[in-house]
T-cell receptor
Framework: AQSVAQPEDQVNVAEGNPLTVKCTYS??????LFWYVQYPNRGLQFLLK??????LVKGSYGFEAEFNKSQTSFHLKKPSALVSDSALYFC?????????FGDGTTLTVKP | DTAVSQTPKYLVTQMGNDKSIKCEQN?????MYWYKQDSKKFLKIMFS???????INETVPNRFSPKSPDKAHLNLHINSLELGDSAVYFC???????????FGPGTRLTVL
């Protein structure tokens, strides 16, 4: 069985500060890993993905994520948070054609 | 030129009714999905189709029946609606199974 854990329901940061949204996973094999963002009353939007290669992946809106195989983690990061980054973030993995999403982390960036 | 579209956006109905939600993608993708997002925002995959063929069917009551007339469309029909079916249903597509997914705007289903 495969699973994705987002250990924090909520992350609060001040505008301009760096942010990290955590994700760990459990799977047999080499999964594809993704981050998605959901703004209120909208569908999910793809941010970035890791398939293979460089462990640091850059994506949309200045976000990046670091793949760590030994810790089975794929944390989402941004050097300087914006108020407009406030949203619900989902980590997901796909393995053998099956997708599993984490429970989501609500990011709130305060001015 | 919306990439993944769903109709209707809102659906309010009585228990026991039958309803359908339509989904269309104009991205030329091979794989389409249905997800259910509950009131706590948890997202759960329901079905996945590849080139009109069902490839994943999670533990979903058989009151839910997906239909794919062609690879650009994946509709969801729900029989005998129950209160617990109230949720937001998202359609999504990906170029191939396993790639990043593009989501529709969602259909908010309320069963009274």
């Amino acid at each position: 069985a495969q699973s994705v854990a987002q250990p924090e329901d909520q992350v609060n940061v001040a505008e301009g500060n760096p942010l990290t949204v955590k994700c760990t996973y459990s799977v047999s094999g080499n999964p594809y890993l993704f981050w998605y963002v959901q703004y209120p009353n909208r569908g999910l939007q793809f941010l970035l993905k890791y398939i293979t290669g460089d462990n640091l992946v850059k994506g949309s809106y200045g976000f990046e994520a670091e793949f760590n195989k030994s810790q089975t983690s794929f944390h989402l990061k941004k050097p300087s948070a914006l108020v407009s980054d406030s949203a619900l973030y989902f980590c997901a993995l796909t393995n053998a054609g099956k997708s599993t999403f984490g429970d989501g982390t609500t990011l709130t960036v305060k001015p | 030129d919306t990439a993944v579209s769903q109709t209707p956006k809102y659906l309010v109905t009585q228990m026991g009714n039958d309803k359908s939600i339509k989904c269309e993608q104009n991205l030329g993708h091979d794989t389409m999905y249905w997800y259910k997002q509950d009131s706590k925002k948890f997202l759960k995959i329901m079905f996945s189709y590849n080139n009109k063929e069902l490839i994943i069917n999670e533990t979903v009551p058989n009151r839910f029946s997906p239909k794919s007339p062609d690879k650009a469309h994946l509709n969801l029909h729900i029989n005998s609606l129950e209160l617990g079916d109230s949720a937001v249903y998202f359609c999504a597509s990906s170029q191939v199974n396993g790639n990043e997914q593009f989501f529709g705007p969602g259909t908010r289903l309320t069963v009274l």
